[in-house]
């Protein structure tokens, strides 16, 4: 290994090193050159009046006589540089006249005359001038290598390389020289030939000549044996990451970030699946607080996973995890952790076969509630259209004994929702279109709004924290709900359990679901609703659903580590898909479905519905949505007991503004699930 390495570092000593500053010594041909004066001498072997072009240059700066030395400004001695002709023609500089870079050099002989207002050669300064030329002459297009150039200078000069070194003041931490041979410079343009390959290969040793211990690393890994040993010009070297020009400090933000998507370039589904946990969700939104790529893999020594040294090895990896869960800035990582899979896809049974049951249930769920209530809503929508064309009388309502003045205008309202129902189900809206927001927003970390909402509420942290509370709340909302309806249940000793009273599902539903079905098609009327309808308790039981596994998975997914102490990695892996799928279907469901039932339906327009705000309804809009309801209340007398006033305009008009901003506010979250649903967010 340390042969390999002296190896690499001698290959990347480049010939452009080689500083010579004067000529040491002519040789003379004769005795007769003897008694000729030494400047005669110096004359002869380089001709005053000989022009400056490379060939002249060459004569001396060869290589292939002795070596050339001379003082520099500072005293010292150096060596000048020796150029390869041959090199020199094929590099991107060879029609170029040596002079070109070199306008100090005033005259050709063998101690040069120096301009004394000439500047020093400096590569940045040229090519910045060749582009000024070529932008202002309009032929940039011409010279696209020369732009690339330009670029490069300007990301060279925000770079880490260019800050100053402190050992060495007035000079950068490297040079162009340093990593460019100027006089043999020809990085092929091709990234697909041989040619480039070969440079490539080289890169390691180049940047080994100054990071030696990195070099060492890396050549044992999995990338340096690929690129060394194999040949593999395609494997990752230190550009690959680190960039040539743009290279930055590695504890930078920003540099982490890019680190990760440039992991991603080779190993596309190993990122895409990276993405989907929670820990390339944040680094997606912009933010380097969860582990990346390096974090368990390693930097410069990335071994294989069944290489005992390697941090990702089965009897590494709960150490790995510990590096970051470390029992102090997070919980301590904890059995399961060793087990998690953070690669783990749903295409593939061999390998994660939970994971594949759990993501064909999920989407058969999905599509199955879709596709049924998306064509529930499309019929219903349909059936109640082709009415309003076929002007279908609306029978009016009867209030005979409920009060002297029947005008509809002035007619009592029927008391539906108490006022305990109408603050919780605010509550919930409220609390539910919250969790919607910061749960789609690491959902859909990929797409263009994900990060700017993260940004706004503080960052991921901020993020993770906002929806972990909207979760206690609505959780508590739920629990303080069956408490009540608890005990309720228990003083109401009258209380049927598949009663019309009841939310409990029972044979009626089926009849009037099926029953609306024939009324979409025209088949038959449409069915004698009593206090709930089978939609409305399909709404209340799905919250059920949604606590148990949105809140379920949940709330593993916050304490990882003290499920982890007792179940297999793999149960977080589902955990993820469940909890992220069953969210989007909530959502989804919520602003199309729910939505068009209780809003958008055309008897319902203009919206909004404003019965869960106000708690009443008008005794019309009652008998024709609970017919049978109305009918039972109304034959045993309890009709009555339960009129109220109409609302008051501003209590209306408080709940309109109210419903009309809370539906404006579902959809916009709508189309932001719907963008980065589409747009290849997650």
């Keep these: 290994m340390n042969k390999l390495i002296a190896k690499l570092k001698q290959a990347a000593m480049p010939v452009h090193r080689l500083r010579i500053w004067a000529l040491t010594a002519v040789f003379c041909l004769g005795g007769a050159f003897a008694v000729l004066p030494a400047a005669a001498q110096n004359e002869k072997a380089v001709p005053a009046n000989e022009k400056l072009d490379n060939a002249t240059c060459q004569t001396c700066h060869d290589g292939k006589k002795d070596k050339l030395e001379g003082k520099a400004a500072d005293g010292k001695v150096r060596d000048l540089h020796a150029i390869d002709a041959v090199k020199y023609g094929k590099s991107v500089h ?86 460019h041979d100027t006089h043999a410079f020809n990085v092929p343009a091709d990234k697909k030939s041989p040619q480039y390959a070969e440079w490539v290969k080289e890169i390691p040793a180049l940047c080994g000549s100054c990071h030696d211990e990195q070099l060492e690393t890396y050549t044992s890994s999995v990338h340096g044996q690929e690129l060394l040993e194999k040949d593999n010009a395609k494997a990752a070297t230190c550009i690959s990451c680190h960039t040539s020009h743009e290279i930055t400090n590695s504890s930078l933000t920003s540099f982490k970030l890019l ?156 008391e539906r929702f108490p006022v305990g129902w109408r603050i919780a189900h605010l509550t919930f809206a409220l609390v539910t279109m919250t969790l919607v927001l910061t749960g789609t927003a690491a959902l859909f970390a990929g797409s263009a709004w994900a990060p700017l909402v993260a940004k706004a509420l503080g960052g991921a942290m901020n993020l993770a924290l906002i929806h972990r509370v909207a979760a206690i709340l609505f959780i508590s909302i739920f629990a303080i709900h069956l408490v009540y309806v608890a005990q309720k249940l228990v003083r109401d000793r009258k209380f049927r359990w598949f009663g019309p009273d009841s939310l409990v599902p029972n044979w009626k539903d089926l009849e009037d679901m099926i029953g609306m079905f024939k009324w979409f098609f025209g088949k038959g009327p449409k069915p004698r609703f009593d206090r709930w309808t089978y939609f409305e308790k399909f709404d209340y039981w799905a919250v059920f659903w949604g606590v148990a596994i949105i809140g379920g998975s949940g709330f593993m997914l916050a304490y990882p580590h003290w499920f982890a102490t007792f179940l297999p990695g793999w149960v977080f892996n589902v955990a993820t898909v469940i909890h992220g799928e069953e969210a989007f ?31 009443t309804q008008s005794l019309e809009e009652f008998r024709k949505e609970h017919p049978a309801q109305y009918q039972r209340l109304a034959d045993s007398g309890e009709l009555e007991k339960r009129l109220v006033d109409a609302p008051s305009r501003p209590m209306t008009v408080g709940s309109k503004i109210l419903g009309l901003i809370l539906i404006a506010v579902g959809v916009t979250l709508l189309i932001m699930v719907a963008i980065g649903f589409f747009g290849g967010g997650h």
């Design 94 to 179: 060879s029609n170029m006249q040596c002079v070109s870079c070199h306008t100090e050099i005033a005259d050709a002989k063998a101690q040069h005359q120096k301009n004394p207002e000439a500047k020093k050669p400096d590569c940045a300064s040229c090519h910045q001038a060749l582009w000024e030329q070529a932008k202002q002459s309009g032929k940039t297009g011409d010279k696209p290598r020369l732009e690339t150039v330009a670029k490069n200078i300007e990301a060279y000069n925000k770079s880490f390389h260019a800050r100053p070194d402190k050992s060495k003041p007035g000079s950068p931490l490297a040079k162009c020289t340093q990593c």
């Design 585 to 615: 279907l909530a959502t989804v469901f919520l602003f199309t479905v729910h939505f068009f039932n209780n809003h958008w339906r055309p008897e319902k327009l203009p919206p909004p519905d404003i019965v869960m705000f106000t708690g």
């Design 259 to 414: 680190n990760t998507e440039e992991c991603g370039t080779c190993h596309k589904e190993r990122l895409k699946s990276y993405r989907d946990t929670y820990h390339g969700q944040v680094t997606k939104l912009g933010y380097a607080e969860t582990a990346k790529c390096f974090d368990c893999h390693g930097s410069h020594g990335i071994l294989s996973a069944k290489d005992p040294e390697s941090k990702i090895h089965p009897d590494n990896r709960l150490d790995t995890c510990k590096e970051c869960h470390d029992g102090k800035k997070r919980p301590l990582a904890t059995a399961g952790f060793a087990t998690f899979a953070p690669h783990a896809t749903s295409n593939d049974f061999a390998n994660y076969p939970q994971m594949w049951i759990a993501t064909k249930f999920m989407i058969a769920l999905l599509l199955g509630v879709f596709a049924f209530f998306w064509l529930h809503s499309g019929l219903w929508y349909y059936r109640e259209v082709q009415e309003r064309k076929e002007h279908k009388a609306v029978q009016r309502l009867r209030t005979e004994g409920l009060g002297e003045d029947e005008s509809p205008h002035e007619q009592k309202f029927f």
